[in-house]
Each structure stands twice: as C-alpha cells, then as structure tokens.
C-alpha cells in the first residue's frame, strides 16, 4: 500500500506492506470564510466578553503569537484580531507583537515576514522573548511546586495580554495552546527548566491528552492565570494547514473547548500494539529539526510492542540543531540507559535535557530508527539512534527479524493523532 507520510514542506510517499494499519485523525474540512469566523469568535467569545469590550482607548496592548517551530497560521489570525482591537480605538503605536520563542532561537527578519506578513512586520512593533535576558524578565515569585518563575517584561507590563496559538495533541503538556503561550513561550529559562524537569517529565499523566493531573500543563496553567490574561485566540488546523476550528475568550474555558474538539478527531482505538511503527512529526515546521522530532516518536511509542521498532520520518532541515542541549544531554549520557541515569542524579539541569529523557524513555522499550534528508548517518548515530535511509528496506529487514506475522502500524500524520491502546470514552 502506498501512504504519504508528512514529512518536511513536500511529504513523502513510502510503499509500506499491505495489510499495514494507517492510523488517521478525523478529517475536518477548513472553515471557507477564515477572516468572517474569526471575527465572529472575537465578537461571541466562550465564557468572556467580546474582545472589542475589553481593550479602550489608551490601553497598552500585546499580542503573544507562536514561533517558526508552529504551524499557526499567525498571518491569518492577527490581521483579524488587530483590526478589532484598533476599531474599539486602540493605537497602532501602543500595540506589541511578541513572538513567544521560549528557549528557542530567534527568528530572522526573513522568517518573521514569512510568519507574520509583511504589513504587520512594517506597521507594528515586533519583539522577540528572549528567556536568558535578566532585563528582559520580572519575577511571579514561586508555583504552588515551588519552582521560581519569570516572564517576559513588556508582556507583563501591557495593560491588556492577548494568547494566541494552535491546539494539537502535546507529548507532555497534554495539548498545546492556551497556558502555553505563557510558560514556556514567555518564561525566564530557568522556569522552563523546572517546570519541564525529570520528576515532571517522568509523571504518569505527563503524556498526550492529558490536562487534569498532569503537573506540567497545571503548572503552566498556575503561570498563565497568574498573569492574568486579557483573551484567549486559539485555533485548530487539518493536515493542510486549514483552520478547522476557532476558540477565543477566556483562556481556560476557551482552552477546554478546542482540547474537547481536537479529542474527539485525534484520537484513534487501537486493539494491540504493534512490532513495527512508521511515524512523522508532522512535516514542516514541527519536524524542522531532530529535537522536534521525537514528539512523533512519542506518539508512536503509544503503541509499540517492548522490543519492537519505531521508524520516524523527518525533513530536519535545520538538523539535531547544533549546538544543542538536547544532543550534550545524549552525547554525556552515551546509551538511553547513560541518559536517564545522568538525568536523574540530584541536581543535574541543562537545557532541552526532557527531549534526551524522553527519547532515552522510549528506547528503553524500543529500537527507533531514523528517516531523514537533513541528517547524515553519523549526526544520527550521535544522537544515539538508528539511520535509515530506505523506509521499504528497513521494515523488510524487520519483518525478517519479527516474522512474517509481524504487526504494522502506520501514522502518517504524527502527532495529530493520539492513538490509544484502551477504549476511547
């Protein structure tokens, strides 16, 4: 059978062996009238008062959007919610973009022209978090897990705070968007240290679509109400980058709306685990790079029999990247066991070290090979994973290693799916 994984800014058409299960989200049709929808969102939020009720004359305002690692349609969505805090007569000049990198790298002039059109870059002020600023951040003192935290400065100093981003299945936090365009997109790095830390990561409800319990996302949401947010704009996509559904007003009660709706299409049953899985990460941006990447092998993971194999597909056009605190983490530890063994020693902290633990994790478990034109072989055998430059090949060569009876599972949209090994409620 002939499936097209997504994989970089193209896809990839892989020939897997018939009788192989393709797990797929529900498909969703995009909404035609993208800008009307969300106006009307704006106009008739969930459990808030309109967004033009909300912002006055005189008000100080920033906008929180995602980075180049998420596919947000940012060049969509802010047009629409800046014409409507500018019509309740707020000014040009006193509106903020903010890009919520968390620790992630800036974005270039170029990039961000891409991300956010060029009108926007042109007429409104645009700033880029940076998390190792001090000046850049201010203390909310400590959680309720007493981990200190800080958040970017001109955020907190504007007299109304705008979130907005996308929802999607999330390896740790549950689901994406809401709270998290506050911690980790908005925090000192420090406080993504913590709050993404190996106790944290290690919880049993740190996993996909899992909110209530799971002590990253509830800490994440403990920031964000802290911070008081103003509005909420969240939206769903299809795996063609469609708008599929829009969530706006109060940020946890809009939050829960889209996480019900992304539940009841992501979400597939599944009756046994498999020996062998093929996986992506969703094709360009979420597999931009290697550390991006292992999202989808969590997924996969899910459903993997203990020995069996993981096969990812990944463009990594931009490699593990280096340097990286994700590739020192495994590069010092020196097998899976090494990585979570240096981990878990009291005191140990480096940055991105919960991608090293959580890859280390699942090869506890399982072999996990890699697919990528943006990584030679020895860049993968770094990272302590398996090169795989021919999808049809390896997975004969594992069907002679587990038998011809060897169970086959396909996700060909990676982290758009949770697929579950327990009935589906």
């Known amino acids: 059978m002939k499936v097209n994984l997504a994989y970089g800014r193209t896809g990839l058409w892989c020939h897997l062996p018939d009788g192989t299960d393709c797990l797929e989200p529900t498909f969703v049709p995009g909404i035609r009238e993208e800008a009307s ?15 033009a009720e909300l912002v006055s004359p005189g008000d100080t305002v920033a906008i929180v959007h995602t980075d180049i690692t998420r596919p947000t349609p940012n060049d969509r969505i802010l047009p629409v919610v800046l ?37 926007i870059v042109d007429s ?21 897990l007493g981990h200190p935290v800080r958040i970017n400065r001109f955020y907190d100093e504007a007299d109304k705070r705008i979130l907005t981003g996308f929802i999607e299945p999330h390896c740790a936090a549950g689901y994406s968007g809401g709270p998290k365009a506050v911690l980790p997109s ?5 406080s993504v240290q913590t709050n993404h830390g190996y106790d944290m990561i290690g919880h049993p409800k740190a996993t996909w679509g899992i909110t209530e319990g799971n002590p990253i996302w509830e800490e994440m949401l403990e920031v964000a109400l802290r911070t008081h947010p103003t509005f909420l704009l969240n939206v769903t996509l299809n795996n063609c980058r469609e708008i599929t559904g829009i969530f706006a007003g109060d940020l946890l009660a809009a939050h829960q709306a889209g996480c019900a709706f992304v539940r009841d299409h992501a979400m597939v049953k599944v009756d046994a685990p498999y020996d062998i899985v ?3 990460n969703c094709g360009y941006p979420l597999d931009i790079n290697l550390y991006q990447a292992i999202k989808g092998v969590s997924v996969a993971s899910r459903i993997v029999k203990v020995g069996g194999s993981i096969i990812i597909a990944a463009a990594c056009e931009e490699g593990i990247p280096s340097p990286s605190g994700f590739l020192d983490v495994l590069l010092w530890g020196g097998s899976p066991k090494g990585v979570l063994d240096l981990v878990a020693r009291p005191g140990f902290s480096h940055p991105e070290q919960w991608e090293s633990q959580l890859q280390a994790m699942i090869q506890s478990s399982a072999d996990v090979y890699v697919y990528s034109d943006g990584l030679r072989d020895d860049e993968i055998k770094q990272a302590l994973l398996i090169p795989c430059r021919s999808i049809e090949q390896t997975i004969q060569a594992l069907i002679d290693k587990y038998g011809p009876q060897a169970r086959i599972g ?11 090994l327990e009935p589906v409620n």
């Open 278 to 280: 093929v996986t992506t």
């Open 186 to 190: 908005l925090a000192g790095a420090e």
């Open 410 to 420: 396909a996700i060909p949209q990676g982290p758009q799916t949770i697929p579950c």
């Open 37 to 51: 929808a969300l106006l009307g969102a704006l106009r008739s939020p969930i459990g808030s008062p309109p967004l």
């Open 124 to 144: 409104y002020r645009c700033l880029q978090h940076n998390g190792r600023d001090e000046a850049n951040l201010i203390s909310l003192g400590v959680t309720k």
């Open 83 to 119: 014409k409507e805090i500018e019509q309740a007569g707020v000014k040009r000049k006193d509106i903020l973009l903010l890009n919520g990198l968390g620790t992630h790298r800036p974005q270039t002039q170029e990039e961000l022209r891409r991300m956010l059109g060029n009108e």
